[in-house]
Each structure stands twice: as C-alpha cells, then as structure tokens.
C-alpha cells in the first residue's frame, strides 16, 4: 500500500541547507532536521539512505547555489571581468556563507548528483579561464585560479590577513594571476 508522503527531497535539502547555514555541518542532525519538517526521523531515509548521503545531497546543492552566485555576477565585457566577478562572487559566498562553504572543501563520496553539480561549477569557471587562456594552458591556470581563491577564502576565514598580510593583496594576486594566464595565452599562439 503506498502511503501519502509529507515531504519531498526538494523540502528536506531546503530545510537542510538552512540548518546548515545556523548550525554548521557538525550542528547538522537528522533527528532535529526532522523534527524541523515535522517529520518522524525515519522518514528521511526515504530521500536520504543515511547522514553521508545527505551531507553528499547537501554538497551538491551548495556547488549549485555557488554556482548561481558567480554566473549572476558575470556581466557582459572583457574576460579579464568575468574572472573579477567570478572571484569577487566566489569569496562573497565563501564570506557570507561560511558554514555552506566549509562543506564544499569537504570529500564527499560524488554521489551522481553531487559530482555533477561540481562538474557545472568547474566547466563554467573553466570556459570563462579558456577565454583569458586560449586551449593551451586552460587546466593548469583553473586550477591555480581555484587554488587561489580557496587560500583567499581560507586565509579570510582564519582572520590572518592585517597590516603585514593586507586584504588587498587579493587584488595583486589576481592580478598577478591575470597577467600570467593572459601571458600564457599570447605564447601559445
């Protein structure tokens, strides 16, 4: 006999990522989460085989709202823009929304929909690096762009940035990251 259901994945990712935004991933409980949604506790494992499935759903749906983030910020202009805005978007998020970020640094087990949403993150970041690149130094120059951003973001988290170490020196290595990647463009012709 099928039972009506009370929720929908949709809901309880919804209901997730709010608890996630309050509480942080180790706040994260699926009794409470439940309990928020009025739910037995045992009626997510209907959408959720257990936590690491969850935390799995939840990374993806973060890699989403990133991504969402950064394609907002890019307008129409130069490339050299685009990689502005993206970055800028990128540490905004990772400022505004600490506890979603910390999960995107955490292994996963790329449950389908996780990895695909992480595969949309990274072949937009990669499409707006190729046009700064050209096809020849496109992976390595992601790579360092994102590894970049990451130590920003990390290094903001920890409140080690002050007179000696200055917020703006995101600017410089930006801009250092620019003239390399255009660089590697021009000698690749």
């Not at 994945?9 to 990522?17: C, E, G, M, P, S």
């Not at 009794?31 to 506790?41: D, K, T, Y």
């Not at 993150?121 to 050209?134: Q, R």
């Not at 360092?144 to 990451?150: D, G, R």
Request: glycine share 6%.
């Amino acid at each position: 006999m099928a039972y009506p259901s009370k929720t929908d994945r949709a809901t309880i990712l919804a209901a997730a990522v709010e608890q996630l935004e309050e509480q942080g991933l180790r706040g994260l409980s699926l009794r409470s989460l439940a309990g928020s949604l009025e739910l037995a506790p045992n009626a997510l494992y209907r959408y959720f085989a257990d936590r690491a499935a969850l935390e799995s759903a939840l990374a993806g749906e973060v890699s989403r709202l990133l991504h969402a983030a950064m394609q907002r910020a890019v307008r129409k202009g130069r490339p050299e823009q685009a990689i502005h805005s993206i970055a800028r978007a990128y540490l905004a998020f990772a400022r505004s929304r600490p506890n979603l970020y910390e999960l995107l640094l955490l292994p996963c087990d790329n449950a389908k929909e996780e990895a695909d949403s992480h595969e949309k993150l990274w072949k937009f970041v990669v499409e707006h690096v190729s046009a700064i690149t050209g096809p020849g130094h496109v992976n390595d120059a992601s790579v360092a762009l994102w590894a970049f951003l990451h130590g920003i973001a990390g290094l903001e988290a920890a409140k080690l940035f002050g007179d000696e170490k200055p917020v703006t020196s995101f600017d410089f290595g930006l801009a250092a990251w620019l003239a390399a990647a255009s660089t590697s463009h021009a000698e690749s012709r």
